[in-house]
C-alpha cells in the first residue's frame, strides 16, 4: 500500500496474543473464532481494541479473537484479500486503492473516524498558512496520495505544489523537521510527530487536510474480505459491536481503557503513549455507522486527483455490519 503508519516505533509488540475469549460463549456455546490484525505495531490508535480485550467484550459476544501483529504494513490487506485474516485495521483510502485495483475487501467498522494526518511545521519557521511555504522545501514520506494531498491543501491558498521542492524523507519525518532539512513535512500525524516534536521542545503548527478542500476520510477502519461479509456476517458483526463497545469505554472512562493497553503492552507505559492517546481521544468513533456520502465524496476526490482511473461506488467500499 502506498500511505501507511509504517513509521510508527513501538517497543514491545507481541507477533501473536490470543484475545481472553478461549473458553465457551454464552449459553455454553463453542466461540467463533476471529483473526484479527493490527495495521503496524500496537500504538495509542489501538487502545479502544485493547479495551475491548481487556473488558472480555468479544469473549461476551461469543468470540475467540486471536489478534496478530503485521510484518509489514502492507500485509493486513493483502492478507485480507486472500482470505487468510478475518478482520484488520486500514485506511479508507487503502480500501478505495485496493477496490479500483479490484481486490475484494471493504470496511466494516470504524475505530478512528478523523483524519490525524497534516502538513506539519515549526511556528519559529515563520510559517502561518499554506501559500508561506513557496520557495520551501517539503518533506514527504511516500509519493501519490501524500502529494496529492499537499498539493490540495497549497491550492486553497493559490499556489500549487510547483511552487515549493518537494523532498523524499522517507520515514524520518521527525528528525528532517528539528534538524532544518526541510521547513514543512506531509504525512506528520497530530497524534504521533506532534506530541514527539513538544516533547523536544518546539511549538508545532499544522495545516489539517480538512480544512483546505479535501473531503473529511475516516483515518482507520476495520476491513474484512467480500465474502466473509456474506459467509461469517454474524461473527463479523459482533466483533464490530465488541469494537463499539471498546470505543465507548475508552471515551467513557480513558484511564481505564489505557490500563487495558499497557497492561497487555507493558513496555508502552511512557509518557509518549499517554500523551498520544490523550491527542488521539476527540478522534475515535463514536459510532458504526459509515456514511456513504464521506465514502463516495473521498472516493470522487481521489479519481479527480488521478490517484485511481475513476470513482468507486460507494456501496462497493463499505457495509455497516453493526451501526
Known amino acids: 500500500m502506498r500511505f501507511g503508519r509504517r513509521r510508527f516505533i513501538a517497543g514491545g509488540a507481541v507477533a501473536l496474543a490470543r484475545a481472553f475469549g478461549a473458553g465457551k460463549g454464552a449459553a455454553g456455546a463453542v466461540p467463533a473464532r476471529v483473526t484479527f490484525m493490527l495495521d503496524w505495531f500496537p500504538n495509542p490508535d489501538h487502545v479502544p481494541l485493547y479495551a475491548a480485550m481487556g473488558a472480555g467484550y468479544f469473549k461476551e459476544a461469543g468470540l475467540d479473537v486471536t489478534l496478530e501483529v503485521p510484518a509489514n504494513a502492507d500485509d493486513p490487506l493483502k492478507l485480507v ?38 502538513v506539519m511545521f515549526l511556528k519559529s519557521s515563520g ?11 517539503v518533506g514527504f514520506a511516500v509519493s501519490g496520495l501524500e502529494e496529492a494531498l499537499i498539493d490540495q491543501i497549497l491550492n486553497a491558498d493559490g499556489i500549487t505544489k510547483a511552487n515549493v521542492t518537494l523532498v523524499n524523507v522517507g520515514f524520518d519525518i521527525v528528525p528532517a523537521l528539528l534538524s532544518r ?33 479535501v473531503p473529511p476520510f475516516y483515518e482507520l477502519v476495520l476491513i474484512a474480505n467480500d465474502a466473509a461479509v456474506q459467509s461469517r456476517r454474524d461473527p463479523l458483526a459482533g466483533f464490530v459491536r465488541a469494537v463499539g463497545r471498546g470505543l465507548a469505554l475508552t471515551t467513557a472512562h480513558p484511564d481505564q481503557a489505557f490500563k487495558y493497553y499497557v ?25 458504526q455507522h459509515q456514511a456513504r456520502g464521506r465514502w463516495a465524496a473521498y472516493a470522487g476526490w481521489m479519481a479527480a486527483r488521478r490517484l485511481i482511473p475513476s470513482a468507486v461506488p460507494a456501496d462497493q467500499l463499505y457495509t455497516n455490519l453493526a451501526p
Open 181 to 213: 532539512r526541510v521547513d514543512a513535512v506531509f504525512g506528520a500525524y497530530r497524534n504521533v510527530e506532534r506530541i514527539q516534536i513538544e516533547m523536544q521542545g518546539q511549538a508545532v503548527g499544522m495545516f489539517e487536510p480538512e480544512r483546505y478542500g
Open 127 to 137: 510559517i502561518r498558512r499554506p501559500r508561506d511555504l513557496a520557495g520551501r522545501r
Open 263 to 287: 497492561g497487555l503492552n507493558p513496555k508502552l507505559d511512557d509518557t509518549f503513549n499517554r500523551r498520544s492517546f490523550e491527542a488521539t481521544l476527540p478522534a475515535y468513533a463514536r459510532s
Open 81 to 118: 484479500a486472500a482470505r487468510k485474516v478475518d478482520v484488520a485495521v486500514n485506511y479508507e483510502s487503502g480500501v478505495i486503492f485496493a477496490r479500483s485495483q479490484g481486490l475484494p475487501v471493504r470496511s466494516v467498522g470504524l475505530l478512528v473516524a478523523q483524519p490525524l494526518t497534516t
